[in-house]
């Protein structure tokens, strides 16, 4: 008899045993998925100091974290509460089964688990978490096999990235950093055990949620590790008595969004898997010049209401170009703007705002956006004379003239271009016209050097799809703020184009650096473009961009208005930082007429550097004069020259520089 039981208890055992090895067989390579873990990652954006800018993910906030940049206390905290013989079993504890099995069988149900860290670790990412005995029986096969694969270390550290925290935080190094603000080896014993406590029901320990019961539970690993000998008396005290800072920051931590989008909208053409790659972007964004310009922004864009709110007081300004009463808001609907700011040397942007609330608007107005540039856009025109031999000093004429045309249906037109306020200078030189910013001298200048000649100019400043016409005179051609960034730059850099770039390196999660350097292009030699410089700079001092003047700082740009004040803009730079700004409506409608580039965007201009330099006192202050550049007396005054823009043999007659009905100087109406 005994015999026939102990064939049949063989049968049984062998029977199973080959039931189990095939069900092994079946569900080995499940393992993989472990071996091959390649989670998810959060993609992290630093400015050029290393301040953290934004978190970027798809769905899992992830921050990826290497077990020899885990901190032991962290290891020790989480093996104390939920494996403690983790590093001597070899996938499943048969001590916590028998325990777990017991207390299940009094209890007459499931009470109790005896999953080791390495079961928890092949449940998350192989198996279901329904408590059924098929389930659990995979899942010690596999703990099985995955140790005679991966090292103790290896199994902790696909742990600790892969688990989740709660409040959407997933692996320790998240938790970390979302929680508390640190990284790992900043925490102390009683942060590391709110971390590690959080696994077992991480929605309900989540400190933000319930810091009550998130410090209970960490006391209890607390009270573990002390019990084990792993801490000594005094720390114990101390953890438990210490309730950390905790938190609730969005997952994201964006602050510069236009920047961001900007930044993914880039590297996505090279770079598909950026919201999941975990890669680290350090940008030549400055956080502080970014939200001075962000603040300018702003200023400027109040103050247009403030005016407009003014005005709307006085029922005569209450009327469109048409002289129609319109009604109240109508001035300022759509009012928007963009502001880029570069370093001139590099073309490394410090800061990009795309408009006064990305809440509102994510539109960024400082790429995306293509306006005309007005009179901002005579720099251009006045430098191309000035290469082929005119002078800061040549005569040019400041009278009205009428031109014949045709429209697109063949019908004859005439245009008489006018100056602002309608006034004529007669003769003037080609300093004072630009700096009082004349249309009808820019209109003469233009047709005496030549349209081709004027045209080929502007296209060695990188600006394209111009009209072949007159209009060019007006700045008539469309183009982005930044864009208008990469052309001026040929005045801040010297000569030297240089590209506006964002990205400065970009670490992978392999450790490789991939470094990004200046993109330059030779335009104009230093000495021709300093005497641009230096009217630019009286453009400031006592032009149309006065309101751009910042105490102890040397400043040189202009202003641009176009037609009916539709578009506002000031495009200037100091010796060392550039930069543009624009105003205008989506709608593309005008603003009120008291808005022009010296009104709306000079002031915003001048808050920016004043504030920058208050945090850079240590930035250049003056412009340098070029070696071969030449100046000599006219009329008292002094005027600058080269061997290729020599003075003019007939002197200028000393005649009043400027007066108050042609501050702007910005409008042509026709």
């Not at 400015?47 to 992830?62: C, M, P, Q, S, V």
């Not at 209890?220 to 950390?244: C, D, F, S």
Request: aromatic fraction near 10%; charged fraction near 25%.
């Amino acid at each position: 008899m005994m015999k026939y039981i102990f064939t049949f208890l063989l049968l049984v055992i062998l029977g199973v045993a080959g039931w189990l090895l095939k069900l092994y067989n079946d569900i080995r390579f499940d393992v993989n998925k472990v071996i091959e873990y390649n989670p998810p990652k959060t993609t992290q954006f630093f400015d050029k100091n290393g301040k953290l800018i934004a978190n970027i993910f798809d769905k899992e906030h992830r921050l990826y974290v290497k077990y020899e940049d885990i901190p032991a206390r962290v290891v020790e905290a989480l093996v104390a509460i939920e494996d403690t013989q983790f590093f001597e079993h070899y996938g499943v504890n048969p001590d916590a089964i028998s325990r777990a099995m017991i207390k299940n069988i009094k209890a007459g149900g499931y009470a109790e688990g005896a999953s080791t860290l390495t079961q928890q670790l092949i449940k998350q990412l192989v198996l279901s978490s329904e408590k059924k005995l098929m389930r659990k029986l995979k899942e010690a096969l596999l703990a099985i096999r995955l140790e005679t694969i991966l090292t103790k270390e290896e199994i902790l550290e696909r742990y600790l990235n892969q688990v989740y925290f709660g409040h959407s935080y997933y692996g320790i190094k998240t938790a970390a950093q979302g929680y508390f603000r640190k990284n790992l080896y900043e925490l102390n014993i009683k942060e590391i055990a709110i971390l590690v406590g959080l696994p077992k029901a991480p929605s309900f320990y989540a400190p933000t949620k319930n810091l009550k019961f998130a410090l209970t539970r960490a006391n209890q690993v607390v009270k573990r590790m002390h019990t084990l000998g792993w801490i000594n008396k005094n720390e114990y005290e101390y953890a438990i008595n210490y309730i950390p800072t905790v938190y609730d920051d969005t997952l994201t931590k964006n602050k510069a969004p236009y920047i961001v989008d900007y930044a993914i909208k880039t590297l996505q053409k090279d770079i598909k898997n950026i919201r999941t790659g975990g890669y680290e972007v350090h940008l030549t964004i400055d956080l502080d010049a970014q939200e001075i310009a962000r603040d300018a922004l702003k200023l400027g864009y109040d103050n247009i209401i403030k005016r407009d709110k003014k005005l709307q007081k006085n029922k005569r300004n209450n009327v469109d170009k048409n002289k129609k009463p319109v009604e109240e808001g109508y001035f300022v609907e759509s009012l928007n703007g963009a502001i880029v700011s570069i370093e001139n040397s590099t073309g490394k942007i410090l800061a990009l705002v795309g408009g006064t609330n990305y809440k509102e608007s994510s539109f960024n107005r400082a790429v995306q956006s293509k306006r005309q540039p007005g009179s901002a856009a005579k720099p251009f025109l006045y430098q191309t004379a000035l290469d082929l031999g005119y002078s800061p000093a040549s005569e040019l004429v400041d009278i009205g003239r009428t031109y014949d045309y045709k429209d697109n249906k063949g019908q004859k037109k005439k245009w008489q271009p006018k100056n602002y306020g309608g006034n004529f200078k007669g003769v003037l030189s080609l300093r004072e016209s630009l700096i009082k910013s004349r249309n009808l001298a820019t209109i003469n200048l233009v047709t005496e050097v030549g349209i081709a000649d004027m045209y080929k100019g502007l296209e060695s400043y990188g600006i394209t799809g111009m009209p072949r016409d007159l209009s060019i005179t007006l700045g008539s051609f469309s183009i982005s703020p930044l864009k208008l960034s990469k052309a001026y730059s040929v005045f801040s850099n010297n000569g030297l184009q240089v590209t506006p770039y964002m990205i400065n390196s970009i670490k992978t999660n392999t450790g490789d650096t991939i470094t990004f350097e200046p993109e330059t292009h030779y335009v104009n030699s230093s000495e021709q473009t300093f005497l641009m410089q230096s009217i630019l700079k009286d453009v400031v001092t006592k032009g149309t961009g006065r309101r751009a003047q910042v105490k102890g700082l040397e400043l040189a740009g202009k202003t641009g208005t176009t037609n009916d004040n539709i578009d506002a803009w000031f495009c200037g730079f100091s010796p060392t930082i550039q930069t543009i700004v624009y105003y205008g409506k989506d709608n593309n409608t005008p603003m009120r007429r008291s808005e022009g580039g010296g009104t709306t965007a000079a002031p915003a201009f001048a808050h920016f550097y004043k504030k920058y330099l208050e945090i850079h006192p240590e930035i250049d202050r003056n412009f340098k004069v070029p070696k071969n550049v030449k100046s000599s007396i006219i009329k008292g005054k002094k005027e600058y020259y080269t061997d290729i823009s020599p003075l003019p043999e007939i002197e200028i007659p000393d005649e009043p520089i400027f007066d108050e009905a042609s501050e702007e100087g910005d409008i042509i109406e026709f």
